[in-house]
């Protein structure tokens, strides 16, 4: 996995946009509420929110560990673009997505 890819599996999900933060890092976002975080420099860094019970099996997996500052969220951070498998990426990120859209305000959900 690369940040290319990362960021095509990001910008076909619907009402996706992206914009840098921190100075380094390329967050996606709907409405304004990130759901995949990548640094744009080495090393590898991506972070996405999950379900609490993949939480718990992400950060079994070497190379993935909880997000720092976002652990408490169920953000887990992948050091390590070869601890997911392709098809585990395009889960995990689209998955991260509907559960952003699910915490979003009905009226928001509504405009999408």
């Not at 408490?72 to 050091?79: A, E, F, P, Y």
């Not at 699910?102 to 928001?108: D, G, H, I, R, Y």
């Amino acid at each position: 996995m690369d940040l290319e890819t990362i960021r095509t599996l990001c910008l076909k999900l619907p009402h996706t946009t992206e914009g840098i933060k921190w100075e380094n890092d390329l967050c996606f976002m709907l409405a304004t509420k990130m759901y995949c975080v990548t640094g744009l420099n080495e090393p590898f860094s991506c972070s996405f929110k999950c379900s609490d019970e993949d939480f718990g099996k992400l950060i079994e997996i070497p190379g993935i560990i909880p997000a720092p500052y976002m652990a408490r969220n169920k953000w887990v951070n992948i050091q390590e673009p070869t601890a997911l498998s392709d098809d585990e990426w395009e889960y995990y990120i689209e998955n991260s997505y509907r559960l952003i859209k699910s915490k979003l305000p009905k009226k928001v959900q509504q405009t999408l």
